[in-house]
């Protein structure tokens, strides 16, 4: 039992900084949503482009001989069209983190759901009440950022730094109790 409660602990300090990182993303994007999008774009776009060229001097360099399914040129012009893309279409980027950050946060959700349905089982006491609501809030956030394209990156901002609040409190109250889960 000394090593699960280890391994829980361990887990929980590992999901603390992780939603303290969603934090500083959340404050960072509610206070400069527009520069940070279009930052993010550029940086994909440029990671894009550098694959592709890279790619294609790869094919260049091999002269593409050795292998008949090698496809670098292919895969080196496509990588620099999406580069090229991110770079023009940022605001398409901003939909796409939408629908990235509101996944992440309904999985972990979840995740939290299923571990207080757990917890309920294995033991008698009332820990898993406040895993549980919490988990239906995280829920409901992530279920809110998946579904409404028109969510402003500021209100992502925000929706993320409440999200992190929930989860560290929810982490701190299960590591506070996991002792008695094995009592």
């Known amino acids: 039992m000394d090593y699960l409660q280890k391994m829980f602990k361990k887990t929980g300090w590992l999901s603390i900084l992780i939603s303290l990182i969603?934090?500083?993303?959340?404050?960072?994007?509610?206070?400069?949503?527009?520069?940070?999008?279009?930052?993010?774009?550029?940086v994909i776009g440029a990671i894009l482009i550098i694959i592709g060229i890279g790619k294609i001097i790869n094919?260049?360099?091999?002269k593409g001989e050795y292998d008949l399914y090698q496809y670098d040129m292919i895969l080196g012009i496509?990588?620099?069209i999406?580069?090229?893309v991110?770079?023009?279409?940022s605001s398409a980027i901003a939909i796409f983190l939408n629908i990235v950050i509101g996944i992440w946060i309904t999985y972990t959700a979840l995740i939290r759901l299923s571990v207080a349905?757990?917890?309920?089982?294995?033991?008698n006491k009332n820990i898993w009440i406040p895993i549980l609501i919490l988990a239906l809030i995280m829920l409901a956030c992530g279920?809110?950022?998946?579904?409404?394209?028109?969510?402003?990156?500021?209100?992502?901002?925000?929706?993320?730094i409440i999200y992190s609040i929930i989860d560290i409190i929810e982490e701190i109250i299960f590591m506070k109790d996991?002792?008695?889960?094995f009592e």
């Not at 094919?59 to 091999?62: D, N, T």
Request: charged share 15%; aromatic share 10%; glycine share 4%.
């Open 78 to 80: 496509l990588a620099i």
């Open 59 to 62: 094919f260049v360099s091999s």
């Open 117 to 123: 349905l757990k917890v309920k089982k294995q033991s």
């Open 178 to 181: 996991v002792k008695k889960l």
């Open 82 to 84: 999406l580069g090229i």
């Open 86 to 89: 991110a770079i023009i279409y």
């Open 143 to 160: 279920i809110f950022i998946i579904f409404n394209k028109q969510v402003i990156v500021a209100t992502i901002g925000i929706v993320l």
């Open 22 to 42: 969603f934090i500083l993303i959340g404050v960072i994007l509610v206070w400069k949503p527009d520069e940070i999008i279009a930052i993010i774009s550029y």
